[in-house]
C-alpha cells in the first residue's frame, strides 16, 4: 500500500468516525424504544474465568463494549471508573467487555495500567448475540429485573450516565 493510499484511507476513516460520534451524541437517537430482556452470555474474564451476565442479576449494570486500541474508549474510561466508584456500594456495577481480537494478552496489562476495578470480560472481537454493537464504545444499561432500557452508542461521560443511573437506581 503507498502512502498516499495510506493517507487517503486514514482521512475517510477518521472522517466516519467524526460523522459516528457526532449522530452518536444526539439526544434521543440512542435510548431503547421498549425495554427488552437482555441476552445472557458468558465470556471469560481477565483471569480465565467464564462469567455470565446473569450472575449480576439484581444489580443495575452498564453493559460496556470497548477495546484497548479506541481511543474514545480509552478517553471514556475515567468517566466510567468514577460512575463506579460513585454507585458501586448502591447495587450499580459496571461489566466491561473488551472486543480486542487478541484478548488477555492486550486487554489484561491496559486494564492494570489505567487500574479499571470493574469486572472486564474478553469478547475477542465479538459482542454476544443479541447486542447490536456496530461501533464502539457501545454501552447498554440493564435494570435490575434484567431488561435493557437504555443504549448508547458512541463515548459518555459522567454526566450523560448519571441521571439514568440515579433513576434506575431508585426504583
Known amino acids: 500500500m503507498t502512502a498516499k493510499r495510506f493517507a487517503r484511507g486514514a482521512a475517510a476513516l477518521a472522517a466516519a468516525l467524526g460523522i459516528f460520534y457526532l449522530v452518536a451524541k444526539i439526544p434521543g437517537l ?17 483471569k480465565g474465568k467464564r462469567e455470565s451476565l446473569s450472575s449480576f442479576k439484581g ?24 460512575l463506579y466508584a460513585k454507585y458501586r456500594d448502591r447495587g450499580f456495577v459496571i461489566v466491561g467487555v473488551a472486543l480486542d481480537f487478541d484478548g488477555k494478552a492486550s486487554v489484561l496489562p491496559f486494564a492494570r495500567k489505567a487500574g479499571i476495578g470493574y469486572p472486564v470480560l474478553l469478547g475477542e472481537g465479538l459482542a454476544p448475540a443479541g447486542y447490536s454493537v456496530s461501533g464502539i464504545p457501545t454501552a447498554y444499561l440493564i435494570d435490575r429485573q434484567g431488561l435493557i432500557v437504555h443504549r448508547y452508542v458512541g463515548p459518555q461521560t459522567f454526566e450523560d450516565f448519571a441521571p439514568d443511573i440515579e433513576k434506575y437506581l431508585a426504583r
Do not use: G
Open 59 to 82: 444489580k443495575l449494570i452498564l453493559l460496556d463494549f470497548w477495546a484497548t486500541w479506541c481511543e474514545p474508549c480509552r478517553e471514556e474510561i475515567p468517566e466510567l471508573k468514577n
Open 30 to 46: 440512542s435510548p431503547s424504544s421498549r425495554p427488552r430482556p437482555a441476552p445472557d452470555f458468558a465470556l471469560p474474564d481477565l
